[in-house]
């Protein structure tokens, strides 16, 4: 990385980084999901490992699996949020490698939120 | 290249094919020729849904219904009914297909709905370990105002007028504190973010450091530049490993871009922080005790004045400021001391995160503004107590801090209303009680732990916090008097006024805010050897209800020590010397026949 050497520079950083993240949310689907510690203590990396296999087994190479840190719904972690390029953030709860091929089949390849798990919504961001 | 008005899609995975989609397909594919819309209607065979156990699956798009379960001899009315008259068959419906805003958004949500978040704003919403996420969310624009546009002094007046106050406990006024430090002369000063985090239930400053871990540098190198310091330290303890790889990670990327190092930005500013992993004892979060252990000694706290401001690390002036109070102050330089001060009370500006924990419903961290009322935070964001449990108390401020009846549920939290109120902030645990918490029990239990951590080197804290813990002890057990009430308040009041550091003048404050709010219970433990709430095992025993006991002898099994005795179908007796009030019998019991007395 180049070092920045004033706030010119930085203001571009800036805005070539948000473009970066507007583009990848309109053409990029994502999985978010929350690694602070008590997502990690609830199992939160065997859920990623179970999303990397089901997208490969699915062929779905349109989904970025992204982390995030604790967003204060601690005791319903594992949290992780789907987002369907250019759609609001959906958390769902209290997720277990189980529910993986749920959630991507419904919510990635479907469209359809799997409303069970449901946590709660955020606005496109 | 032909057009379909619609798609069928039946899922051909391995789970549907055994459960007969190729069947399926076929029937579709049939009733499809006979409404002679096989040209409009174009069926796709799909990849597993994931859904096997409620297959075979069909969707139809446009609309996106998914049915399931659905037979040969469902698909003609599919067929008929949706593709043909546009009317879905719900009853095949997996569940109704909700149409996605009745999904409760964040902003709707109990937890959510009265948060206000500044501290928390990237929390959960970027990757931590992404400047560049950091950057696109206006991260180091802060920084980069300051460095271009404002004076030292200038950044402690803005600071001065958000009315920002110190996060760690105390609620100290920032700007004067860095006053203070600006104004010492010499040539070198530190800055110290306090990230020791000790009180137990309290995980704030963790999961900002490990979500938001640039704000926390961001705000340092602004405080550092406002007093003068060109050096750092985090001081974090050595159980957050996760905190400190992702703070070590976001210096490093700091340092890349040049947020960080020599020469910021270009500015001739210069800032170093390192990293100092802390044992994990509750008393160096102290502040003269935290430096004491940057410098390798043993971390034991040291009279002041001198205070850190102007004799602190190395000797040098040092500020020493708390996790999310260095989190606020980028927001407050990129947004400006009025917006952040159009939030809270008028001594009391911004918000607070908390831990809400103990018989609450919702629990977890919450960001509300200061000002909101104990209900709001335990009725509409906890969303109260467990179904047909009363609330009793919440206790505020980890072991400074003290219990609040229901009488103050209306009490604003804010620094001057909580310690008025006889608690404090404190790093801002909340932890709510119902009835079945002793109040003694919840005294002894913060007591017992400063009692622990005591650095044992003034008398008062290390003695006078034994004799508090004795005297509890004793109540608890049915053998206090009423005289050694007036004796704890006496030696508590003695202790706040005599220890040498804030958790010994601190540490009675569980005892005399019970005492304050819950005499009573103190009372009916000493006169009527009672524990109301039926937490002190000496004054409690289970009796079985002679007229209720069936004689089934279910609970002899569920007793560890064979204290229960009787024939089969007559009622059976319980052995009170044997019985160690385990309550397995309690449990066991299919007739509620033991009784807790
Ligand atoms: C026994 C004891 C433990 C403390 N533990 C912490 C702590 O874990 N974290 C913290 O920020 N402040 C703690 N403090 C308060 C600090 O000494 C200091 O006041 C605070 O870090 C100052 O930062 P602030 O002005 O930003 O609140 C503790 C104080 C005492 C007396
Ligand atoms: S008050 Fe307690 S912790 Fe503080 S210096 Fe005295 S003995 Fe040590
Ligand atoms: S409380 Fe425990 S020890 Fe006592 S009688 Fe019941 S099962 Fe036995
Ligand atoms: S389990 Fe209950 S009903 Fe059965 S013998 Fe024991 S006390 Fe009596
Ligand atoms: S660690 Fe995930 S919500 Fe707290
Ligand atoms: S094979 Fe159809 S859902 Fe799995």
Redesign the interface.
């Known amino acids: ?1 180049k ?5 010119d ?3 571009a ?2 805005q070539q ?2 473009q ?2 507007a583009e990848r949310n309109q053409n990029k689907n994502r999985i978010i999901v ?1 690694m ?3 997502g ?1 203590a609830a199992g939160a990396q065997d859920v990623v490992n179970e999303i990397l296999k ?1 997208l490969q087994r ?1 062929h779905i190479t349109n989904v970025e699996v ?10 319903r972690e594992v949290l992780i949020d789907v987002v369907r390029a250019g ?2 953030r ?2 769902y709860g209290q997720v277990v490698p189980r529910d ?3 959630i ?3 919510h990635i ?5 799997v ?2 798990m ?6 496109a ?1 | 290249m032909t057009f379909y008005r619609g798609h069928l899609l039946v899922c051909g995975g391995e789970g549907c094919t055994s459960s007969g989609c190729n069947e399926v397909h076929g029937a579709f594919r049939e009733a499809m020729r006979k409404k002679k819309i096989e040209d409009e209607i174009k069926i796709v065979q799909t ?5 096997c156990e409620k297959g075979p699956l069909v ?1 139809v798009y446009p609309e ?1 219904v ?1 049915y399931n379960r659905v037979g040969v001899k469902d698909a003609s009315e599919i067929v008929n009914e949706h593709l043909v008259k546009g009317k879905p068959v719900t009853r095949l419906f997996l ?1 109704d ?2 149409s ?1 805003d ?5 902003e ?2 109990d ?2 709905r009265k948060q206000h978040r500044i501290a ?1 704003r ?8 992404s400047v ?2 950091y ?2 969310r ?1 991260g ?2 802060g920084l ?2 300051m ?2 546009t404002m004076q030292p002094a200038e950044v402690v007046n803005e600071i001065k007028e958000s009315g920002l106050r110190g996060r760690g406990g105390g609620g100290f006024p920032t700007a004067t504190k860095w006053e203070f430090c600006s104004k010492a002369k010499s040539n070198k000063k530190y800055i110290i973010c306090n990230a020791d985090e000790g009180d137990p239930g309290a ?1 704030m400053d ?2 900002l450091l ?3 871990p640039h704000s926390v540098l961001e705000g340092m190198i602004i405080a550092g530049y406002a007093i003068g310091a060109d050096e750092g330290y985090l001081y974090i303890r050595a159980e ?1 490993p ?2 400190i790889k ?1 703070i070590r990670n976001a210096i490093n ?1 700091a340092k ?4 960080l190092g020599e020469n910021i ?2 500015s001739g500013f210069n800032m170093e922080l390192k990293i100092k992993e802390g044992a994990g004892a509750f008393v160096c979060g102290e502040e003269t005790a935290l430096i004491a252990s940057i410098e390798g000694e043993r971390g034991v706290p040291r009279s002041r004045p001198p205070f850190p401001a102007i004799k602190g690390l190395f000797g040098k002036p040092t500020i020493i400021n708390n996790v999310e109070t260095l989190a606020n102050i980028p927001y407050i330089i990129d947004q400006g001391a009025q917006t952040f001060a159009s939030v809270g009370t008028d001594k009391s500006k911004g918000t607070k995160v908390f831990a809400l924990t103990g018989k609450v419903k ?6 509300v503004p200061m000002g909101i009322s104990v209900r709001e935070i335990v009725y509409e964001i906890g969303g109260g107590t467990f179904e047909g449990k009363k609330f009793k108390a919440v206790q505020t401020g980890g072991p400074s801090g003290g219990c609040l009846p229901e009488s103050k549920l209306d009490l604003p939290i804010d620094y001057d209303s909580l310690a008025s109120a006889g608690t404090i902030m404190g790093s801002g645990g909340l932890v709510v009680m119902d009835e079945d918490s002793c109040m003694i029990d919840v005294a002894k239990y913060f007591l017992t732990f400063t009692r622990k951590e005591s650095c044992g080197k003034c008398t008062p804290c290390r003695e006078g916090t034994m004799r508090l813990l004795e005297m509890l002890e004793k109540i608890t057990a049915g053998e206090g008097e009423m005289a050694d009430l007036d004796r704890l308040e006496r030696l508590a009041k003695t202790i706040k006024t005599s220890a040498l550091c804030g958790l010994g003048q601190t540490a009675p404050n569980p005892i005399l805010s019970t005492l304050q709010y819950f005499r009573k219970e103190y009372e009916t433990h000493i006169k009527d050897k009672k524990c109301p709430a039926g937490v002190c095992q000496a004054l409690f025993f289970y009796r079985i209800d002679d007229h209720i006991c069936v004689g089934c002898g279910v609970c002899i099994k569920a007793c560890p020590t064979d204290a229960i005795e009787g024939e089969r179908k007559q009622a059976h007796h319980l052995d009170m010397e044997k019985c160690i009030k385990c309550g397995g019998c309690v449990d066991a019991c299919p007739f509620h026949a033991v009784i807790k007395e």
């Open positions: 990385m070092k920045l050497t004033n706030k520079e930085l203001q950083l800036r980084a948000q970066e993240i929350g602070g510690t008590c990690i089901e699915r992204v982390r995030t840190g604790c967003i204060g719904m601690c005791e759609e609001d959906v958390t993986i091929p749920r991507i089949g419904e390849v479907n469209g359809r939120i409303e069970d449901v946590v709660g919504r955020l606005t961001v | 990849g597993c849904h994931g859904y969707v996106g998914m569940t297909p909700i996605v009745q999904v409760p958004k964040y709707e949500l937890l959510f928390l990237n929390c959960g919403m970027m990757d931590p370990d560049n996420e950057i696109a206006g180091y624009s980069a105002k460095l271009d995980f963790r999961s490990e979500g938001d957050y996760l905190a992702r990327q890349e871009l040049g947020l930005l270009g919702n629990s977890g961290l919450v960001e």
